[in-house]
């Protein structure tokens, strides 16, 4: 049975997407060489914040959504040797759109 894994307040959960390990040259890229991912697929979103006023700020955003995040930013983490990153909603730079 899978853990379903549910983020809290404005926090949303995301499967990386990895980069590449060959170039469209050929060369391998070392694991030591490969930038942080920057983008992934939203996996679950939290319901939202409340506001200093005590409005609900909602996260407008859904599973399967693919983001942009900042760099560096998150938490890592394995469920049921899944890996997946949590950041908060502000950490979103940009919706992807095919």
Known sequence: MATKVTPLTD???????????????GLVIPDSAKEA??????????PGKLSDAGTKITIEL??????LYQK???QEVTVD??????IRFQDVLAQLED
């Open 72 to 74: 560096y930013t998150g």
């Open 37 to 46: 991912p920057q983008h992934g697929h939203v996996v679950a979103v939290g």
């Open 62 to 67: 859904k599973k399967g959504d693919r983001v």
């Open 11 to 25: 926090h949303i959960v995301l499967k990386a997407v990895e980069q590449e390990e060959i170039t469209t040259s």
């Open 81 to 86: 040797q899944q890996d997946y990153i949590v």
